[in-house]
């Protein structure tokens, strides 16, 4: 047994670092992590982020991830972690954030020295010091500028999957050109952060996958290439400063001489190219089939779908290439108010944990007697409500002040499903099954009303951290790929990994009210 391999997942996410170890029959061996807030303090952010005095920019010290890793790896060396025996490594980042490398950081990466800390060797090596993460909102002028240089957002969203969302990385690259053209001179690469965390680990740039660069603005989705007028438009020599594209099965080089001599690992370790969180939660939840569908409830709520056939849309969602089918195609709809918002909301009840909060929501019947409500904490993306508030309706329609907490406690979780039922059901997502993955899918309340909502069964994935755990499986696939010298089907590489459990099944009586409350509910969001 000791010689077996064992397969390296990392995800990079807003709020913490995080590892997942399985071995060659997919069992998870190990679990490990870093909160940026709690265990590195001195970044001063909260939820992992900055956020500016107008609520609309978020950034994250990219030292931050730097010094994330040692303190990861170090935790696991002192739990006696067999880094010679990981046969591969993969990771995941959260998406659309980017990381500008000073002119002279390939060679700092080159020849880091293991006596010595990552960031204390790499704290200079940015010529931008705070990088735009998925949160910020503040490109609202690049995004009009680049849909009218296209031709229209629907032209745009034939090209790149999207129409211009202020979190993609090229409008953010826009700004930062704009606002700090020296900053723009001095940067040798750009990276997104699963690029950027990869480049840590091989010691040299790391590609950017196409399932990630497809949240950029800036990719032709079909030839899976960068577009060469959407990188003009954007800023001047862009095409050198990110480098070559890669496919998410590709080898990104071999964990680097400082890691093996830090950490023990293997002197040949190939790192598998990195993705995006919502990518390798795909492949973590191992979606195949057309109505295969799963949401992530984490920092961001998000839905996706794996796809053949997509139908770009140029009012809402995204399409991305997928990082396990080189042909195919995954739909993603994103919501900026998840968890957090989920949270404030408890809180303002007066309840203490989720079971209060689930014991308060049961006090009212499903469709909550017909009111609705908008909880919008942060600047949503899904749909584009810039304005933080909570609206909330009666059954007429009418505006109201305020709901008693059991009405509010059901307004919020009614609101976040409806609202993907009628978004998902615009791009074409139409599920026969849901599969829930992240933090708050152990909620029960919430995948009830899920259930009811879509009037599908809800399973749930039992490992919660799908993101690393499908980077993990994507370091196996990878492997796989590269000894064998083809593409091998990823099924192939997960086959063995343990079913889902199913959480719940839709009551037909709330299906029915759920598909009457969710016209008005889409005409009211119209309205706001
Ligand atoms: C997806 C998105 C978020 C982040 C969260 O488009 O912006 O889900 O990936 O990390």
Redesign the pocket.
């Known amino acids: 047994m000791s010689d077996a391999p064992l397969f390296l997942g990392l995800d990079s996410?807003?709020q913490s670092l995080k590892a997942i170890l399985i071995d060659d029959q997919l069992g998870v061996q190990g679990e490990w992590s870093v909160n940026f807030d709690a265990d590195l303090p001195h970044y001063k952010t909260r939820g992992g982020v900055h956020v500016a005095a107008d609520g609309l920019g978020v950034t994250s010290p990219p030292v931050m991830w730097v010094e994330a890793l040692d303190r990861l790896l170090e935790r696991m060396h002192q739990d006696h972690c067999p880094f010679a025996r990981i046969a591969a490594v993969s990771g995941s980042g959260?998406?659309?954030g980017s990381v500008y490398w000073r002119r002279g950081a390939r060679a700092r990466l080159a020849a880091l020295n293991p006596q010595t800390s990552l960031a204390d060797q790499l704290r200079t090596a940015f010529a931008v010091e705070a990088s735009p993460i998925?949160m910020d909102s503040s490109t609202g002028a690049e995004c009009r500028e680049r849909e009218q240089a296209m031709g229209g957002a629907q032209a745009l969203a034939d090209l790149t999957g999207s129409r211009a969302y202020e979190?993609f990385t090229g409008n953010q690259i826009a700004r930062i050109y704009r606002l700090n053209s020296d900053g723009y001179a001095a940067t040798e690469r750009i990276a997104l952060v699963s690029s950027f965390m990869a480049s840590l680990l091989i010691g040299d740039y790391a590609p950017i996958d196409v399932s990630d660069g497809s949240?950029m603005n800036l990719m032709n989705l079909r030839m899976r290439q960068w577009d060469p007028r959407s990188l003009e438009i954007t800023a001047p020599d862009l095409a050198g400063r990110l480098g070559p594209l890669a496919l998410a099965h590709e080898t990104a080089g071999y964990v680097s001489a400082y890691h093996q001599q830090r950490y023990g690992f293997g002197p040949q370790t190939p790192v598998i190219v990195f993705s995006?969180?919502?990518p390798n939660s795909l492949a973590g939840l191992r979606l195949k089939e057309a109505g295969d569908v799963a949401i992530s409830l984490g920092?961001?709520d998000?839905m996706f779908a794996a796809l053949r056939d997509p139908t770009p849309s140029g009012e809402e969602g995204?399409l991305f290439a997928s990082p396990v089918d080189p042909e195919g195609y995954m739909a993603?709809v994103?919501y900026k108010n998840g968890s957090l918002t989920r949270e404030a909301i408890r809180e303002s009840c007066g309840a203490k944990n989720w079971a209060d909060f689930a014991r308060l929501l049961e006090q009212t019947p499903p469709g909550n007697r017909g009111r609705l409500g908008f909880y919008i904490e942060v600047p949503e993306?899904t749909p584009p409500l810039l304005i933080p508030g909570r609206r909330r309706f009666d059954a007429e329609d009418r505006p109201v002040a305020a709901f008693d907490p059991a009405a509010e406690a059901r307004a919020v979780y009614e609101s976040q499903m409806l609202s993907m039922r009628w978004h998902g059901d615009r791009l074409g997502i139409r599920p026969k099954t849901i599969l829930a993955t992240g933090g708050a899918s152990r909620d029960l309340a919430l995948l009830r009303v899920m259930a009811d909502v879509f009037g599908v069964p809800v399973w749930v994935a039992e490992q919660a951290n799908s993101a690393a755990l499908g980077a993990a499986y994507r370091a196996r696939h990878g492997r796989m790929c590269r000894d064998r010298g083809r593409f091998v089907p990823f099924g192939e590489a997960v086959a063995q990994a343990p079913a889902f459990r199913k959480a719940i099944d839709p009551d037909p009586n709330a299906q029915r009210l759920y598909a009457d409350l969710r016209t008005r509910f889409g005409n009211l969001e119209q309205r706001l």
Do not use: F, K, P, V
């Open positions: 996410s807003t959260q998406q659309h998925w979190r949240g995006g969180d919502n920092t961001s998000t995204h993603l994103c993306i």
